[in-house]
């Protein structure tokens, strides 16, 4: 692992004067999370349009609680792995500034991420799409909707509730992503580690930051779109990768606190 990238990539986040991470499914594969585009993901089992988009939802939303029913559990006790802690311990020793992900699950927060910026929504709240309610995801994890016997019903005016989760179709939570966007403008490293690059509008702040002269790194275990322009491209687990990368980004510091 000790190549060239990888110790461009250390030196680059050891001179960083921002530095931001961008990550997606990938980084949360490793607490058993499954993903949705590898050779193996979700989306080559289910068709997102049917099961994971607004317009399905409104349509058939117990097509949608069919799909995730089986993933709440994971998604809901999942821990963070390597990967999350290693990031947290980045942004602790002021050498990372905000982590952006498309992650719904929390993990980057349990592992001690301060500065997380959730632009695809996360399951923490059920929300209604015509009264507007919002209220608390584990109110509605009872017997019935577990098992499929019911779906969850606001409180209020009684439509099908949604978790509060960005489906296919559907506008980002415009807060957070302006927040987002603010971040990665500033930054003159992005780290992006367990994305496929390929969901829009988060798969285009790489290049935009590139753009503006920021360097990327990649961590992931397949190509991307980005690989071309990157200043390293470090491909393995994230698991792996990003706690070495920490422990070198970090090794001074670890000296001076020890001496």
């Given at each position: 692992m000790r190549d060239d990238a990888f110790q461009r990539a250390v030196a680059l986040l050891k001179g960083a004067r921002f530095a931001v991470a961008i990550t997606g499914a990938g980084i949360s594969t490793p607490s058993g999370i499954p993903d949705f585009r590898s050779d193996t993901g979700l989306w080559q089992r289910y068709d997102p349009m049917e099961v994971a988009s607004l317009w399905g939802f409104r349509l058939h939303p117990e097509r949608f609680y069919a799909w995730i029913r089986p993933l709440l559990e994971p998604l809901l006790t999942a821990q963070p792995n390597p990967a999350h802690h290693a990031l947290a311990r980045l942004e602790a020793a002021g050498r990372l500034h905000a982590i952006i992900t498309q992650n719904i699950d929390g993990l980057h927060q349990k592992a001690g991420s301060r500065r997380?910026?959730?632009?695809?929504?996360?399951?923490?709240?059920?929300?209604?799409?015509?009264?507007?309610?919002?209220?608390?995801?584990?109110?509605?994890l009872t017997p019935e909707i577990l098992t499929g016997q019911a779906l969850p019903r606001c409180p209020t005016c009684g439509s099908v509730l949604k978790p509060n989760v960005v489906l296919f179709g559907e506008n980002l939570p415009w807060g957070v992503w302006l927040e987002a966007q603010r971040a990665v403008e500033q930054a003159d490293v992005v780290l992006v580690a367990g994305s496929s690059l390929e969901v829009a509008p988060v798969s285009q702040l790489p290049y935009e930051a590139y753009q503006r002269g920021a360097q990327v790194i990649l961590v992931n275990l397949s190509p991307t779109y980005m690989d071309r322009y990157a200043a390293a491209v470090l491909r393995g687990d994230v698991a792996q990768v990003l706690p070495a990368l920490a422990d070198a980004v970090l090794a001074d510091r670890a000296a001076t606190d020890s001496a």
């Open positions: 997380v910026y959730e632009v695809h929504g996360n399951l923490e709240h059920m929300v209604c799409l015509d009264c507007g309610w919002r209220g608390p995801l584990k109110d509605f």
